[in-house]
T-cell receptor
Framework: AQKITQTQPGMFVQEKEAVTLDCTYDTSDQSYGLFWYKQPSSGEMIFLIYQGSYDEQNATEGRYSLNFQKARKSANLVISASQLGDSAMYFCAMREGRAAGNKLTFGGGTRVLVKP | GAGVSQSPRYKVAKRGQDVALRCDPISGHVSLFWYQQALGQGPEFLTYFQNEAQLDKSGLPSDRFFAERPEGSVSTLKIQRTQQEDSAVYLC???????????????FGAGSRLTVL
């Protein structure tokens, strides 16, 4: 079974609008972490936001927020007020409790294209 | 350095050739990871180092893949007798600590794109 599932292969969003990127995960660990990374065409993976499994509040980082629904095992990324520079691939990733160092398992990604 | 540096950025190899990809992590970072990213897919874990010790190599697809980090800083991923299915972007990432925690975020390099003809 896939540990991280991103069901939206690609989506368009109008500039200045909000967009939600879906991510569901599968783990039997009680302690885990969820991450979102952005990968522009240059190729580098850029860390956006982190949510720990024991965090009661949803994480926020500027225009990024993570809608964490533990019972549903979902960790959706919300980007508010989209900008042209937000056009990129977005990856959801999970670190499970037993993972050495900070080993991450990634989903297949969602490509976002922001239209002017 | 300020970030994770990888070289070469692009490598074209003929099938059967050996290649070596270099990663220079952020200075002082304990953990170093290699990932393989096929076109249009998410990164897949290859191997993990904590300082010079290779603690996890469960993701290496075959014995043609070999990684080392002899002095606990720079790492090299070597692929012997390359095959077409090895074509991918190879990403290196480092993090400051050796344990799993929220603050221990992976910082990635820009990757080395390998094309095997």
């Amino acid at each position: 079974a896939q540990k991280i599932t991103q069901t939206q292969p690609g989506m368009f969003v109008q500039e200045k609008e909000a967009v939600t990127l879906d991510c569901t995960y599968d783990t039997s660990d009680q302690s885990y972490g969820l991450f979102w990374y952005k990968q522009p065409s240059s190729g580098e993976m850029i860390f956006l936001i982190y949510q720990g499994s024991y965090d009661e509040q949803n994480a926020t980082e500027g225009r990024y927020s993570l809608n964490f629904q533990k019972a549903r095992k979902s960790a959706n990324l919300v980007i508010s007020a989209s900008q042209l520079g937000d056009s990129a691939m977005y990856f959801c990733a999970m670190r499970e409790g037993r993972a050495a160092g900070n080993k991450l398992t990634f989903g297949g990604g969602t490509r976002v294209l922001v239209k002017p | 350095g300020a970030g994770v540096s990888q070289s070469p950025r692009y490598k074209v190899a003929k099938r059967g050739q050996d290649v070596a990809l270099r990663c220079d992590p952020i200075s002082g970072h304990v953990s170093l990871f290699w990932y393989q990213q096929a076109l249009g897919q998410g990164p897949e874990f290859l191997t993990y180092f904590q300082n010079e010790a290779q603690l996890d190599k469960s993701g290496l697809p075959s014995d043609r893949f070999f990684a080392e980090r002899p002095e606990g800083s720079v790492s090299t991923l070597k692929i012997q007798r390359t095959q077409q299915e090895d074509s991918a972007v190879y990403l290196c990432a480092s993090s400051p600590q050796g344990h799993s925690s929220g603050a221990n975020v992976l910082t990635f390099g820009a990757g080395s794109r390998l094309t095997v003809l």
